[in-house]
Structures are given as structure tokens and as C-alpha cells.
């Protein structure tokens, strides 16, 4: 089992950059699949990027390839998520999600997840 939190989050203003971080706790780290989900007002929750335990298998939604990059360090038991360029439609609580048993895309295929940390984005 692992327990998440993330951190990171701010307000920014348009064509600008954030780091978050979602600190991990729990022996198996390494061997997790990390996600990063966000959710914005009156929508559902959708899927952002995601890599697998040995930094392979990395996938972005077409929303924010190009512009946010995911990457882990297993030593610190932590994966980031660096977004470059954000829009307004990027405003979204934002999630740190990880399963040991599946490569997913969906929200369904995470067992575990953190409380989320707030982006907001102005134009």
C-alpha cells in the first residue's frame, strides 16, 4: 500500500510554469505505476500522464503533450509533474494517482490516490 500527497500547486498566469510533486510513502514505490489526474468545476476527472515504475511506458493525454513532462525518482520516493506553457483550461484540482497491478489511463485503474492540490491559471 502507498500513501500520496501532493504539493505544487499555485495561481500562475497564462505561459506560465508549475512543478508539482506527490510525495510517496510505502517500501514498494519503485514498483508502482504513477498517474496524474486533474478535475475542473462541473467536470468529471480525466487523465494527464502517467509512467511506469522504471520511468518506460510514459503517456500524456493529447490536452498536454508537448507541454507537461512526467518523471519519478524512485530514491526519493516521489514523481513530478512539470507543466510548461499552462492555459486557462488547465485550471483543474490536480491528482497523483498509482496502481501496482495495471498501465492505465483511466481513473478506474487507480487504486490509490492523494487529496489533490488546486491550479489555477489566468488569462
Known amino acids: 500500500q502507498v500513501q500520496l500527497v501532493e504539493s505544487g500547486g499555485g495561481l500562475v498566469q497564462a505561459g506560465g510554469s508549475l512543478r508539482l510533486s506527490c510525495a510517496a510513502s510505502?517500501?514498494?514505490?519503485?514498483?508502482?505505476?504513477m498517474g496524474w489526474f486533474r478535475q475542473a468545476p462541473g467536470k468529471e476527472r480525466e487523465f494527464v500522464a502517467r509512467?511506469?515504475?522504471?520511468?518506460?511506458?510514459?503517456y500524456y493525454a493529447g490536452s498536454v503533450k508537448g507541454r507537461f513532462t512526467i518523471s519519478r525518482d524512485n530514491a526519493k520516493n516521489t514523481v513530478y509533474l512539470q507543466m510548461n506553457n499552462l492555459k486557462p483550461e488547465d485550471t483543474a484540482v490536480y491528482y497523483c494517482a498509482a496502481d501496482d497491478k495495471r498501465i492505465g489511463i483511466s481513473s478506474y485503474e487507480y487504486d490509490y490516490w492523494g487529496q489533490g492540490t488546486q491550479v489555477t491559471v489566468s488569462s
Open positions: 509512467i511506469r515504475w522504471n520511468g518506460d511506458s510514459v
Open positions: 510505502g517500501r514498494t514505490f519503485s514498483t508502482y505505476v
